[in-house]
């Protein structure tokens, strides 16, 4: 008996124990890296200290920066690529940035962040795998482990060793711009997947920045102080149980399970910022949890607190809890403003110190002070294609499947209308080669739906033709323009309303004119609202955000090679405006409710 039951134990470790570069989290090697950091953190004077604490964006600095001021750590912003973003040029510019923080004094090098959120998203080539709102639609989480895993090596083929993922919102309103990025309005489901997510990257070797802490899915409409924005950045208003139930549980969980880095939240909790919490980001996190990892703000996140200047601002958030600022464009004031606050006592030594020993903790546990530039390991794009594909072939919910007309016959001829179905951008989604994605040529390879149902078809005996009445069936693929944050924001989620695709509305008209069994595709971050349309579709496919590979993995479902597994992660509403309703809802408000597919 006892043997079965470590089975699924052992075989986890001899995953780990295959991947050279994985990066192990036991408490012995927290102790040893801890004791490094101590010993270095001796040596260190001040300047070098604020140095460690500050992250600036390539854009805005100069390497001979990272020589001058010991930057601790440098990022690229979504889109942001060296060169002309090839693996050389990324490499290149760490192994410059790497050659001068050699240059320093205590040669600590900097640790490079990218939001590699799904593949290594900025970079041109890269695979992309599907989006977490998809992912957490899977019956299992290998791909989302798959999808982690090969997400750190593709970054550490390329020098980088951190990204600022996975997500763990929870998103309770899908009207929220950054619904794609969460694995389910179900705090279990998102901290399940989540998890799973980050051992992958650690596994893989990448450093991984589980955010944004805490209450990010939460925020109530209207308070957003974006434009455009309703939800995005604005204030979670809870009680502390509820709060703790539905946006804490799962970093509490991910600490126990070896988090290295968290990313604080935009958003505030009952109007206090989070950045400047010093009961959630100190209290809660470091000490009744025992993080011993480190927590970054997020992108110029200190200038939207409560102080009265910039600096004011620098030294609340570092009081609170905050150990490294992403400030990517004044890093320099940044800098200046940690030294003053400590120069006059208004930061105490005790918790500069402390929040360097955490970076260097993490920078000594990861690996990078021995080898601040990954060897360079050959990937085989061709199998991580395939898994890509196979991640999204797991992801998709089948909704509607009237008289069983899926799974399609081979050779039947179809006619595809739709404007989804002609964009690899589409398919990705935000957060792909740009930070808003592309809904032209994003260079990631991959083939757009009509691609592949074309060749699939021809290969097999069908055709694809582009009259509605010489077809058998229509393929109608719907879907949402690539958008990221507050610009996915999203007041009414109608298929022609924010965000939707321009040539949705007339191409559900021809639909419905031809008469002909149409078969829907939704190719969108989040449930949209189809409670008219789906009256006259004979089936019914959310495909969510499937990435590069997304159109053949699509074709192998709608033609019965791969089943349907996927079960909705989110309620699916009727309306807009029910939209926020996620825990209470009435059955008049939901069109398929949380866990369904058929
Ligand atoms: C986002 C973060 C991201 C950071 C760095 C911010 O705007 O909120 O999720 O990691 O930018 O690109």
């Known amino acids: 008996m006892k043997k079965y039951l470590l089975l699924p134990i052992l075989s986890i470790f001899t995953v780990c124990a295959f991947a050279e570069s994985a990066i192990s989290v036991s408490p012995v090697r927290w102790d040893e890296a801890e004791a490094k950091a101590d010993a270095l953190l001796a040596q260190m004077t001040d300047e070098e200290k604020a140095g460690q604490m500050i992250q600036a964006e390539r854009r805005y600095m100069k390497i001979s920066d990272i020589t001058k001021y010991c930057l601790g750590s440098v990022l690229s912003g979504g889109g942001s690529a060296p060169g002309k973003n090839t ?75 951190w990204t600022f993922a996975p997500c763990l919102a929870v998103a309770r309103d ?31 070797g990448a450093v991984s920045s589980i955010k944004h802490f805490a209450g990010d899915g939460g925020t109530a409409f209207g308070t957003s ?18 709060f703790f139930r539905l946006h804490l549980n799962q970093y509490k969980r991910a600490v126990e399970d070896g988090a290295l880095n968290v990313m604080a939240s935009y958003s505030s909790f009952n109007g206090v910022k989070m950045h400047e919490n ?4 100190t209290e809660i996190l470091k000490e009744e949890w025992g993080f011993r990892g480190f927590v970054v703000s997020d992108y110029a996140a200190v200038e ?23 400030e990517p464009i004044r890093w320099k004031q940044a800098y200046r403003s940690i030294l ?41 794009e061709a199998a991580v294609r395939e898994k890509a594909r196979k991640a999204a072939e797991g992801t998709f919910v089948l909704l509607k499947n009237e008289a069983s007309l899926l799974p399609l016959k081979p050779n039947i001829s179809v006619c595809i209308l739709g404007p989804a179905a002609d964009s690899v951008g589409v398919l990705c989604g935000g957060w792909t080669i740009e930070w808003l994605g592309k809904t032209v040529n994003p260079a990631v390879g991959g083939k757009t739906f009509r691609e592949a149902v074309t060749q699939f078809l021809e290969a097999g005996g069908g055709a694809v033709t582009d009259h509605p009445d010489e077809a058998d069936v229509i393929l109608l693929a719907l879907g ?71 159109a053949d993995a699509l ?32 059955s008049e408000t939901v069109l398929f409710p949380y866990g369904f597919g058929l």
Request: with cysteine; net charge neutral; proline share 4%.
């Open 340 to 380: 003053y606050g400590l120069k006059k006592g208004l930061i105490a030594q005790e918790r500069i110190d402390d929040a360097v020993r955490r970076i260097l903790t993490v920078k000594y546990l990861s690996g990078l002070m021995d080898e601040p530039i990954p060897a360079f390991e050959e990937i085989d």
């Open 304 to 326: 939207q607190c409560s102080g009265k200047n910039y600096r004011d601002n620098v030294i609340l958030c570092v009081n609170a809890g905050i150990d490294m600022l992403m």
């Open 87 to 161: 693996v050389d040029d990324w490499r290149t510019m760490i192994e410059k940035m790497q050659a001068a923080a050699a240059k320093t004094r205590l040669a600590i090098p900097i640790i490079y962040g990218v939001d590699a959120v799904h593949g290594h998203n900025n970079l041109a080539g890269a695979v992309i795998f599907p989006h977490n709102s998809g992912l957490g639609a899977s019956a299992s989480t290998q791909g989302t482990f798959e999808a982690a895993r090969e997400t750190a090596r593709a970054i550490r083929q390329t020098g980088v060793t």
């Open 555 to 586: 074709v192998n479902a709608l033609w019965g090679k791969v089943p349907f597994v996927g079960r909705l992660p989110f309620t699916w509403p009727v309306s807009s405006e029910t939209s926020a309703e996620t825990e209470s809802r009435r």
């Open 278 to 281: 010093r009961r959630f980001l």
């Open 174 to 204: 899908i009207r929220w711009g950054r619904t794609y990025e969460s694995f389910s309005e179900d705090p279990q489901k998102a901290a399940a997947f989540g998890i799973v997510s980050m051992r992958g990257l650690h596994d893989g």
């Open 225 to 242: 102080k974006k434009t455009p924005g309703f939800l995005d950045q604005g204030d979670t208003k809870l009680s502390e149980e509820e």
């Open 480 to 550: 949402e323009e690539p958008y990221a944050e507050f610009f996915g924001d999203a007041a009414d989620l109608s298929l022609y309303g924010d965000k939707a695709l321009k040539g949705n509305r007339a191409a559900v008209e021809a639909a419905r004119k031809a008469g002909k069994p149409t078969v829907t595709v939704l190719v969108a971050g989040r449930p949209r609202i189809v409670s008219e349309e789906i009256k006259s579709w004979k089936a019914f496919v959310m495909a969510w955000l499937p990435g590069s590979e997304g």
